[in-house]
């Protein structure tokens, strides 16, 4: 298991699904963690079964689209843990059309929460590192739609793919900080979101048939949150000081690449 003992990390849309197996996986491993979702409650939940003393674990509604928010959440951390550490950005939206038909506003909506938000929140974690002098590391949460476009996802498939770009930049601009920043790029993961994916499809239709065939690579099963959180623990931890700047596929198979 990955060593996060004595150190504190943000999780973004760490509410449910993904969110929650990253925010169990670094707890397990020793971290500190401030958990922030958009869904009232759901990451102070989430915070309560973790650590019902809540010694180590912080819950806070919020929106990463808000600055406000977004300083919020470092507050709490830095006030509650003398962090953060770590951040991690995972908290993203999904909605499919056919990219004929998709709108302005959801292709901006989807930028906003899924790429703009994830540069604002490493922006925040890195001005406090500077400003006290700190190494860091930042996990952002990509998706393999990011890397190869599925059809009817064109707002999230680009806006997972600015992650992936983004993820370089800042870990070639930022190295001499000691600041890491990495991100993976999941599929198959059993989410909320995939069952949204499976319910697009159906249409009017029963979604379990076609839910049951969204499988990760050659797993023959999906990938459970806290599979995902495992590797997330791992990129926070020192053990994966020498990877850096990379779009790690947590995919089953799925990616050659």
């Known amino acids: 298991m990955s060593d996060l003992h004595g150190r504190a990390v943000v999780i973004t849309g760490a509410g449910r699904g993904m969110g929650a197996g990253i925010a169990t996986a670094a707890f397990d491993a020793?971290?500190?963690i401030a958990l922030v979702d958009?869904?009232?409650g759901s990451a102070e939940a989430v915070?309560?079964?973790l650590d019902p003393s809540g010694r180590r674990a912080v819950g806070l509604t919020g929106d990463v689209r808000l600055d406000g928010d977004v300083d919020r959440v470092l507050g709490a951390a830095?006030?509650?843990?003398?962090?953060?550490?770590?951040?991690?950005?995972n908290a993203g939206i999904i909605e499919m059309s056919p990219a004929i038909d998709t709108l302005s506003a959801d292709f901006d909506a989807h930028l906003a929460v899924n790429t703009?938000?994830?540069?604002?929140?490493?922006?925040?974690?890195?001005?406090?590192?500077?400003?006290?002098g700190r190494a860091g590391a930042i996990v952002n949460i990509a998706s393999f739609a990011g890397k190869v476009g599925y059809p009817e996802m064109i707002a999230?498939?680009?806006?997972?793919?600015?992650?992936?770009?983004?993820?370089?930049?800042?870990?070639?601009?930022?190295?001499?900080?000691?600041i890491n920043v990495n991100c993976i790029c999941p599929s198959g993961v059993d989410t909320p979101m995939l069952d949204a994916v499976a319910a697009y499809h159906a249409g009017e239709g029963d979604p379990a048939p076609i839910r049951a065939t969204m499988l990760?690579?050659?797993?023959?099963?999906?990938?459970?949150p806290l599979e995902i959180g495992r590797v997330v623990a791992f990129?926070?931890?020192?053990?994966?000081?020498?990877?850096?700047?990379?779009?790690?596929?947590?995919?089953?198979?799925?990616?050659?690449?």
């Open 30 to 32: 020793g971290a500190s």
């Open 38 to 40: 958009v869904i009232a």
């Open 47 to 49: 915070a309560a079964r």
């Open 78 to 89: 830095v006030d509650r843990f003398d962090g953060p550490d770590a951040w991690v950005n």
């Open 116 to 132: 703009t938000a994830v540069f604002r929140c490493c922006q925040a974690a890195a001005r406090y590192w500077r400003a006290t």
């Open 156 to 178: 999230y498939n680009v806006s997972k793919a600015g992650v992936i770009n983004l993820t370089r930049n800042l870990a070639h601009e930022w190295a001499a900080d000691g």
């Open 216 to 224: 990760a690579g050659d797993l023959g099963r999906t990938i459970t």
């Open 235 to 257: 990129l926070l931890s020192d053990d994966a000081r020498v990877i850096r700047g990379q779009a790690i596929s947590v995919d089953g198979g799925d990616s050659p690449y």
